[in-house]
């Protein structure tokens, strides 16, 4: 028997989000107030705390701050993919989203700071933003 797998829950503050993903785009949350950007999707700036915000399409492109590879399946619907990535990308545009790169062993592998670049990519019928590594620019 395979495991269900978990996939992410839409909510109305959400829906902008998934609703880019879908149309080839990704979107953040950005502050008309203080001009703070951020994800995951919430009510109100985790700055300021106003709700005064709107959604701005990201250009995909940043860098890889952190990650971590995963060789245990800590969830059964994830066991044939062992071993896979978890990580941390920072865009361009300041807000951070946990995500996975797609070419982990690819351009030198998985090192702090290495540009990225948005691969929208369906799994289990929902859209989802991850990533592959970039060559730095010269």
């Known amino acids: 028997m395979t495991a269900e797998f978990p996939v992410p829950q839409r909510t109305p503050i959400s829906e902008s989000y998934w609703q880019g993903l879908e149309e080839g785009e990704l979107r ?7 001009g703070n950007a951020w994800l995951p999707a919430r009510g109100e700036c ?5 709700a005064e915000w709107q959604w701005t399409r990201a250009t995909g492109r940043g860098r890889l701050v952190s990650w971590t590879v995963y060789h245990i399946a ?18 361009e545009e300041g807000p951070r989203l ?11 592998g998985l090192a702090i700071d290495r540009p990225v ?14 990533f592959r590594l ?3 620019e010269q």
Not at 77 to 91: M, W
Not at 98 to 108: H, S
């Open 28 to 34: 953040y949350q950005h502050c008309e107030a203080c």
């Open 117 to 130: 670049e948005l691969v929208i990519e369906r799994d289990h019928g929902v859209a989802l933003a991850r």
């Open 98 to 108: 946990i995500t996975n790169i797609v070419n982990p062993d690819e351009a030198g």
């Open 74 to 91: 800590h969830h059964p619907a994830f066991a044939d993919r062992l071993p896979y990535n978890v990580a941390i990308v920072e865009l």
């Open 46 to 50: 985790p700055r300021c705390l106003k």
């Open 134 to 136: 970039r060559q730095p």
